[in-house]
């Protein structure tokens, strides 16, 4: 017995007050390489086309409720995690249930009741803790959405090259879905791009966090903002500028459904990388003097806009040239875009520009999806960087191959009614990150000690009791509602 209570205190002793990968220079550099997780194809690609596929108007509205109550509040619980374990997800979720109990174990002990109160708390000893589950279901959801991710993103990269080569000059909306479609219907390209996504995953992640992480999202993200707002202000100058705009903001609440609540949700924890680790992997690399608050509201924030933006940009041009915007599907982006770029003066080079900035966005978020893997390889079994990332690079590219032949020859099979694409995508999305989520809740709520967190927090007291009242209880209950409910 007393082993065990050795053990574990060890256990938390030995928990280094700094990640051994490194730590972020700065709050700014957490700002941004969190902004990079969370920015990326689900703002540009994605967004637009579930708003599409979802209502439009209620979709988003919902949307941005969810972030507001469920999801930003989720995150805050999520890097509170990371930064307090300071190690890979599953080692700091085991470190928090750990450091939590034996707290416990130094109150019972001063505690009159020594005995019986011992006995209670050392059948509560376990080196193990079932709370790691969330932290490996995380690793394996983030491998299951880079495997499909990266394909997209491969589409991205095929695209720089077609903008640049002049292909969307004066193209018409035939035109463009024939480009589109012929394009997808090719695995052998889909996997020449698949691959060479995966390798500069690789290569970035592989340099680890300040030689590749940071230098990558300084430069991109802000780029990509300016590029975005830009865009958008084009929009306004188009004809379908005000019918795309009201499809988008003026909610139709006869189309809100159980599904159209599941997709938006499920939607907010993709967008902001919440439920599966990513932000608990950035948050340990976070140093202790930083707010969470109010770096994660920065980071939410920035995310809501640019979905936003994206859906400012996108909509006007589906009603400009009379898309259906409930059918592309995740072709949206790439067949609207090209119009545009081609009807605009110096349109290829700006259309590049985009292709390229939107490659960036997203391999600053496929960073963040395979690190938690990596990061756990390497603590758990003593692997460099590069053999991890390796191994790991290796599995998802080999279960991209599903996602590519779900746009061409499998796209006839399905399970479900889903091709291996669809399925992924929704396992993932409404399945995995609410639950991952909902257990990040659940355990920062009631498992860690109180004082913990409000250490970590540093909140005035009204606000950190709202924010632990909407983790205990106000999202738990939401997320298992709209989960169980969307399911049905
Ligand atoms: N949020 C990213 C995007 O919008 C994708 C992403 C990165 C992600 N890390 C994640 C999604 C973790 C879910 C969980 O493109």
Request: some cysteine; hydrophobic content about 50%; aromatic content about 14%.
């Amino acid at each position: 017995m007393y082993n065990n209570i050795i053990r574990r205190e060890k256990v938390i002793k030995n928990n280094p007050r700094k990640s051994i990968h490194g730590q972020w220079s700065s709050k700014l550099i957490f700002i941004f390489a969190a902004t990079g997780s969370a920015v990326g194809l689900g703002n540009i690609w994605k967004f637009p086309w579930m708003t599409g596929e979802n209502g439009g108007g209620a979709f988003v509205l919902i949307y941005i409720v969810s972030v507001l109550i469920i999801a930003l509040p989720i995150m805050m619980a999520e890097v509170f995690i990371g930064r307090h374990g300071k190690q890979n997800p599953v080692a700091s979720l085991k470190y928090l249930a750990n450091e939590s109990s034996s707290f416990n174990f130094i109150e019972v002990d001063k505690s009159l009741n020594r005995v019986r109160s011992k006995r209670q708390s050392y059948s509560n000893y376990d080196d193990y803790s079932n709370w790691q589950l969330v932290g490996w279901a995380g690793i394996i959801a983030g491998i299951l959405i880079l495997s499909f991710y990266s394909v997209i993103a491969g589409w991205t990269i095929s695209y720089i090259f077609k903008a640049a080569t002049g292909v969307f000059d004066a193209i018409s909306l035939e035109q463009s879905q024939r480009l589109f479609n012929d394009f997808i219907s090719d695995p052998e390209k889909l996997l020449a791009w698949h691959t060479m996504f995966m390798i500069f995953t690789c290569y970035i992640v592989a340099k680890g966090v300040r030689g590749g992480l940071e230098k990558a999202v300084k430069f991109f993200i802000p780029s990509l903002f300016f590029l975005l707002i830009c865009l958008a202000i084009y929009s306004m100058t188009l004809p379908g500028f005000y019918d795309g705009i009201s499809y988008m903001f003026i909610p139709d609440i006869a189309k809100i459904d159980s599904n159209v609540i599941l997709s938006a949700m499920g939607m907010a924890f993709f967008s902001l990388s919440i439920g599966m680790g990513s932000l608990m992997i950035y948050g340990s690399y976070l140093s202790d003097k930083s707010s969470i608050t109010e770096v994660t509201a920065i980071v939410a924030f920035a995310d809501t806009f640019v979905a936003i933006l994206a859906g400012i940009i996108i909509f006007p041009m589906v009603f400009t040239y009379n898309l259906d915007p409930s059918s592309a599907g995740p072709g949206l982006i790439f067949q609207t875009l090209p119009i545009a770029f081609g009807a605009m003066p110096g349109g290829s080079i700006i259309a590049t520009l985009f292709f390229i900035l939107l490659f960036f966005a997203a391999i600053t978020s496929s960073i963040s999806l395979i690190e938690p893997a990596i990061s756990y390889m390497v603590e758990q079994y003593s692997l460099t960087r590069a053999k991890a990332t390796f191994r790991m690079g290796f599995i998802t590219w080999v279960l991209g191959l599903g996602t590519i032949l779900s746009f061409n020859y499998l796209s006839e099979y399905k399970f479900l009614g889903m091709t291996f694409f669809n399925l992924l995508d929704n396992f993932t999305s409404k399945v995995m990150l609410p639950l991952g989520g909902l257990l990040m809740a659940v355990f920062v709520g009631f498992i860690v000690k109180r004082n913990i967190v409000e250490e970590e927090l540093k909140l005035n007291t009204i606000i950190f009791n709202s924010w632990r009242l909407i983790i205990r209880f106000i999202a738990p209950i939401a997320v298992t509602l709209i989960f169980i409910n969307g399911l049905i």
